[in-house]
DNA sequence: GTTTAATTCAAACGTTTGTTTAATTTTGTG
DNA sequence: CACAAAATTAAACAAACGTTTGAATTAAAC
């Protein structure tokens, strides 16, 4: 085992997205991850400040590459919307479990310290996104919309398909209980295809009325 | 106190919503119901029968109105749409615990029973809004799109700024804690308007590719 | 090879958890 | 009023919780 630390973190991560932090016990996590029970404790302090290294481990997950997104003059907004599509339907899919956790702890978490980095990277995300639209709307491509609802539109319908994968899988007339893989090999494209089709249709200026 | 079950029920919630289901001992909610803590177990049996016991209270507190919705013939297909988004909005911002519990508890609920429940409740309203935009679709009002997934982005869209009040706050920039009412009273009317215009322009044949 | 520091461990700590008990009080009925 | 059923209570239950302890083991440094 190369890093104990980040496979405990790993570990915990799983559990986390699965049960949600207060229906994981350090006991579950110790298990799992194959390690002493007081290894938690020893590494990280506390379950709690160990949920903080999980997201400070986690936190630029997405930041890095919409600010790249941005800065590449060669692509339309229109490119770069579908490009953010693309971006994000298989970022979250592919951390689901964090995902899970970013948009189901975010609310009930007990330390502001945990709760204010969260809102700060959603932030700085939405940000990176206003920059795009609004970069549309000068070349007059893209029409008047509310920018902050829109990425709520963005993520949001991507949520609702992640946070509870049987009704997910009910709706796409998947098999009961799928895998993991088949279950994101469908959920993907569909998610990509009817998002860029409505942000195509909200932000055109020709669909102005 | 009038029916003290129901009261329970109405705490629970509460709770439920705020701290989640794992995070909400019975304690907590006999001391904020101001019963004692072993009423709980004399009207519900057990933490976990509360929760279906709420859960089936709540359960049809959507169906009704969009089955009438759509029987309603004097209505187009686009004052149905616009008519659910306001029904959406409405319900989901004056029912915020229900909402949170059934979005946030959908996915790691223990019980089977109480997930299938769930299921099936989405499924229903699913169905009710598949037939209002068939019912465009057949009127040539509305041009193709992914049903399911345009539900989704519906609902996802309200809940990405329903599970995170300190977010949405930020994003609305209303002060840090703002009042319960105040937060719903501005939340409300943007996410109506956005959610129209953005289903307007997603559905509109016209805008047919 | 010895010494020091870092790691791992089984066991126990004191709380909190959901639930049950058994006695008591309140309520409704004849 | 008398009696049975329902409701309420304080106390206790065992189990699970997050965390700590102190000894044992491993690794690193000299």
Redesign the pocket.
């Known amino acids: 085992m190369a890093d104990?630390r980040e496979h405990i973190l790993t570990v915990a991560e799983e559990l986390f997205g699965e049960k949600g932090f207060d229906g994981?016990?350090?006991?579950?996590i110790a298990l799992k991850a194959g390690?002493?029970?007081?290894?938690?404790?020893?590494y990280f302090?506390?379950?709690?400040k160990l949920l903080e290294s999980l997201i400070e481990l986690r936190a630029g997950y997405a930041y890095g590459i919409l600010e790249e997104l941005n800065k590449d003059q060669s692509l339309s907004p229109w490119d770069k919307i579908n490009r953010l599509v693309e971006f994000y339907v298989d970022r979250v899919l592919n951390n689901l479990p964090f995902h899970n956790i970013m948009y189901r702890e975010a609310t009930n978490v007990r330390s502001d310290e945990i709760r204010d980095r969260l809102i700060s990277i959603k932030m700085r995300n939405l940000e990176q996104i206003t920059k795009i639209i609004t970069d549309g709307q000068q070349k007059k491509l893209f029409r008047e919309v509310d920018i902050a609802m829109t990425v709520g539109t963005l993520m949001g319908t991507i949520s609702s398909y992640t946070q509870s994968r049987p009704y997910a899988c009910q709706i796409l007339a998947l098999g009961y209980d799928v895998s993991e893989e088949t279950y994101r090999t469908k959920l993907a494209p569909r998610l990509k295809a009817h998002l860029k089709q409505l942000l195509r249709a909200h932000l055109d200026i020709k669909n102005e009325e």
């Open positions: 104990k994981t016990s350090v006991r579950d390690v002493n029970l007081a290894m938690i404790s020893y302090g506390s379950k709690e």
